[in-house]
């Protein structure tokens, strides 16, 4: 992965202003005089750490985060290298910079924090041409492809292409917590118009000002889009982001059996929070098969963890329908019970004949669950009762509010704390500080999807397997649990520290490519050595001799 770069001609300004290429200062006094670069770049000659260092000051020195964020991506642009060092070397401190919580408000400042375009966009007057917009594309062996159309951006709604700053962002995290190389990771935004009135009537709007299109229009786009891609970027893993719940679950029907791709809001999402709940199950003492689960939200998020907790279940003999009965529902309109006529379709196999009380407390009163988990985008619905309910019904109460960002989340980690005396099981979407109570410190863990995807994104990629399947997810759920030591959990963290990012994506990684392997997904046999191969696949920042 690491061989001599080729250049490809490139010299003086040009190669400065290629980020894949570019060293900056850090260009040798033999590189300055091969390539035309004398006087282009001051004298000193400096080296990626103490670049590194100089940039994490400046970092630091800005006043608000997304100050933080527009300059992290303003050296994204002008210096990968550079920026993966950093982001790997500081990666618990970067990651909520250059991804949740700061990218919610990013998104929704993007037509005044734009620079520079990343990545494509794809518009409906596009259409009939998408493949000549992908042929577009400066590099050609894509391997992994995140795209948005802007409906659901984490639990902010439509932000139409001021959404784009999820691919970006997420493909960053593929990059630095997995050792994508930057190079094959390619970020879309399909612009079909935004229903967000606000947007519309905003003069600085990037994407196409029109109400949201649906319907054959909609779906005629999607489909030439992937069509488009199975042609120019043929090896191409094709995850869906942040669709909105009819199209996110139509479109993973749809194309999960004929092409290699994956929803992370569905699947991901499920994958790690089922970590969190067997790393929940390690301090309560608990059996999977004797919980219940109480869902606010019953959306993507929601429904996809509770489909994989059927399948952790099943794998422990117990049946589908027993497995259904120990997940239950409620979103913004009650309990989700049979006898309700508005239920969509990926909602009924989880609606069960028993009628709601009206509220969750009440709810939570009725059915004693054992894990509240919240997936609702709706703050502060995790109230003192609510969380003090979970705490009289259980000796360690699990409770997990999950949704993104900050300012969404049901209820805070010291809310958590302080409300059950220090009892809880903590898990959040986004990051909460330390929590001191009662002299003992606690760190809530982060259910953050960034420990799943990339390392399978990772194990796809290696083993070249023509599909993402629910399998990889459930045993990527698995590592990631196993890999939370003693000392997680007795700092109250139910996931490993996110300084461990890169051993966890590259165990996952392993652990997926040998799925493909065993489902004869991909060419060949499996490799004695999967872990080895799987490191020496993984892109270092590093800078390489150019001469």
Known sequence: MNAKPDLHGKRGADLLHDPLLNKGTAFTEAERDALGLRGLVP????????????????????????????????????????????????????????????????????????????????????????????????????????????????GLGDLGSNGMG??????????????????????????????????????????????????????????EFITAVQEVFPRACLQFEDFGNANAFRLLRQYRDRICTFNDDIQGTASVALAGVYSALRLTKGKLADQRFLFLGAGEA??????????????????????RRQCWYVDANGLVSASRTDLAAHQKPFAHDQPGSGTLLGEIETLKPTML????????????????????????????????????????????????????????????????LNGRTFSPGQSNNSYVFPG??????????????????????????????????????????????REVSAAIAAAVARVAYARQLTPGPCPADLPSLVQAEMYEPTYRSYV
């Open 456 to 501: 399978i994104g990772l194990g796809v990629i290696v083993s070249q397997s023509r599909r993402v399947t629910d399998e990889m997810f459930f045993v990527a759920a698995k590592v990631l649990a196993s890999l939370v030591n003693e000392q997680d959990l007795a700092a109250g963290r139910i996931f490993p520290a996110l300084q461990r990012i």
């Open 43 to 154: 004298p000193h000659v400096a080296t990626l750490e103490s670049q590194t260092a100089r940039v994490l000051e400046t970092v630091r020195r800005k006043s608000t985060d997304l100050e933080k964020y527009i300059y992290l991506v303003s050296l994204q642009e002008r210096n990968e290298t550079l920026f993966y060092r950093l982001i790997t070397d500081h990666v618990a401190e970067m990651m909520p910079l250059i991804y949740t919580p700061t990218v919610g408000l990013a998104c929704q400042r993007y037509a005044l924090i734009f620079r520079r375009p990343r990545g494509l966009y794809i518009s409906l007057r596009y259409r009939g041409s998408v493949k000549q917009v992908l042929q577009n594309w400066a590099h050609r062996d894509v391997r992994m492809i995140v795209v948005t159309d802007g409906e659901r951006i984490l």
């Open 302 to 323: 929601g429904i996809g963890i509770g489909e994989l907790i059927v399948e952790a279940l099943k794998s422990e003999g117990v049946t589908e329908a027993a497995a």
């Open 166 to 223: 999820i691919p970006v962002g997420k493909l960053s995290l593929y990059t630095a917590c997995a050792g994508v190389p930057p190079d094959q990771c390619l970020p879309v935004m399909l612009d079909v118009g935004t229903d967000n009135a606000a947007m519309r009537q905003d003069p600085h709007y990037i994407g196409t000002n029109q109400p949201r299109e649906r319907g054959a229009a909609y779906d005629a786009l999607v489909a």
């Open 373 to 436: 988990i919240g997936v609702s985008g709706t703050p502060a619905t995790f109230t003192e009762p609510v969380v003090r309910a979970m705490a009289k019904l259980n000796a360690l109460p699990v409770i997990f509010a999950l949704s993104n960002p900050t300012s969404r989340a049901e209820c805070t980690a010291e809310q958590a704390y302080t409300w059950t005396g220090g009892r809880v099981v903590f898990a959040s979407g986004s990051p909460f500080p330390d929590v001191t």
